[in-house]
């Protein structure tokens, strides 16, 4: 069994694969937890489908937040006695990264650009909905060029809450009309359908400056929902990032498969 674990800044998401599938996947909060609480709740999860974490051989950690790389790679340590590997550009990706700075590249969208080529093909534009919507592309070659990073819907309605005093929290779906009678459907107008504006527009002119017709695949919280209202997506793959880190990790763990401390 091989644990793969993505941290993002709102969520962690955990991923066990048993002979190279994805069978179980978990989400916990990204909150500030030491590594025995972070344990607490890992453990209820394999408890809860009668695994045994004793049989986990392989961890690979993709983090955008390193102060919880550190707290989940001492937490692995610890209570699997495995050393973890981080997932960073300086490893086998299987692609170039022709980012100007490629340690800026967040481990997240490396992933996602690793899986989404090795399952689509190229060229490709990768949508990603988490606290921020970021476009990846990569070209006809493979090579990962870099992208566009845009404010996350639920961070666009988060600040709007917080930052205006009468306007209040929402819900995110789409309104049965743009134009809105009520301050609640204005807000959902504006975020849900300019998010959907925003996304066709810039995949749009990505795909003129690739020059050519790419494929276009989301993933994160809402792209299943964003994709109902556009044509623009070709797929949802709402386990990107995991598969991405696992691909990582088989090209980069020693032939056994088991990376020790």
Not at 6 to 22: E, M, P, R, S
Request: negative net charge.
């Amino acid at each position: 069994m091989k644990l793969m674990i993505d941290i993002g800044n709102t969520n962690a998401v955990l991923g066990l694969f048993i002979d190279d599938k994805l069978l179980y996947n978990w989400r916990m909060s990204s909150t500030g937890r030491t590594e025995d609480e972070c344990w607490m709740v890992v453990d209820s999860f394999f408890t809860h489908k009668n695994l045994k974490s004793e049989n986990i051989t392989g961890v690979s950690i993709s983090s955008v937040v390193p102060e919880l790389t550190r707290v989940y790679s001492r937490m692995i340590e610890k209570y699997l006695q495995i050393k973890p590997l981080i997932i960073g550009p300086d490893l086998n990706l299987g692609m170039k990264i022709l980012y100007q700075d490629q340690y800026a590249v967040g481990a997240d969208r490396i992933c996602d650009a690793v899986a989404g080529k090795a399952k689509y093909g190229t060229p490709l534009i990768i949508l990603d909905f988490g606290t921020a919507t970021t476009f990846d592309c990569i070209d006809e070659q493979g090579n990962y060029l870099g992208g566009v990073i845009a404010p996350g819907i639920e961070s666009a309605a988060t600040v709007l809450h917080h930052k205006a005093a009468k306007l209040p929290k929402i819900e995110l779906h789409f309104p049965s009309k743009v134009i809105g009678d009520n301050t609640e459907e204005s807000m959902q107008s504006g975020i849900m359908f300019g998010s959907v504006q925003m996304i066709e527009g810039i995949v749009e002119l990505i795909s003129k400056e690739l020059g050519k017709n790419p494929k276009v695949i989301a993933t994160g919280g809402l792209a299943g929902l964003i994709s109902e209202h556009t044509t623009i997506i070709d797929f949802v793959d709402d386990n990107l990032n995991l598969e991405g880190i696992y691909l990582i990790y088989k090209k980069n763990s020693e032939s056994d498969g088991k990376i020790y401390v």
